[in-house]
Every structure is written in C-alpha cells, then in structure tokens.
C-alpha cells in the first residue's frame, strides 16, 4: 500500500503561482507513473500532468506552458509547479501513482484545493 499527502493548495489571485507537492510513502522509484488531476464542482476529474519513472512528461493542452511537474527522488515527492493561474484552475488538485507489479496498482491522495480568485 502506498500513501500519498498533497500539500500547497490554497487562494491566489489570476496571474499568480502555487507549487503543489506530493509525497509518497514509497521510493518514488518504484512507481511507474505519477500523475496530477482536477476536478472542479460539477465536472469530471481531468488529468492534468503525468512523469513517468523515465522523467517522460506530458500536460493536458489547457494548462502548456503554465504547469510544470517533475519529481525529488531523494524526498520521494512529485510537485506541480503552477503559473499563470487562472481562474478555471480552481479544483481539488489530486495526486495519482501508478505501479505495475504483475497487475496495475492505483493509489490515490486526499486532494489540496487550488481556488484562483480576486
């Protein structure tokens, strides 16, 4: 079983910058891909950012250029770098890994809200 805490979510003006963090209670290592996703009220969870453990990104085409993810192996944390907020980033912001081990493991956080408003 593998624990996962987010951390950094909270209220930020448009224009302004949040670094979301998630630490495992695995070497990060040892999982295949780790993941961030959003859900806003009303809406279906997105995916947002993927790492996998070959440091092979990719974003969803609404945050490009704004959100960066990557990883601290010796902390066993992923973050999400995020600029340009805007409001529509407003979501749960949830971390997700992925460990392949015979079958496909998936292992969810809690969730940090992100609210973008003035």
């Known amino acids: 079983q593998v624990q996962l805490v987010e951390s950094g979510g909270g209220l930020v003006q448009p224009g302004g910058s949040l670094r979301l963090s998630c630490a495992a209670s695995t070497s990060i290592l040892s999982i295949n891909t780790m993941r961030w996703y959003r859900q806003a009220p009303g809406k279906e969870r997105e995916l947002v950012a993927a790492?996998?453990?070959?440091?092979?990104?990719n974003y969803a085409d609404s945050v490009k250029g704004r959100f960066t993810i990557s990883t601290n192996d010796a902390e066993n944390t992923v973050y999400l770098q995020m600029n340009s907020l805007k409001p529509e980033d407003t979501a749960v912001y949830y971390c997700n890994a992925i460990i392949v081990v015979l079958t496909t493991h998936y292992y969810w956080g809690q969730g940090t809200q992100v609210t973008v408003s003035s």
């Open positions: 790492i996998t453990s070959g440091g092979i990104t």
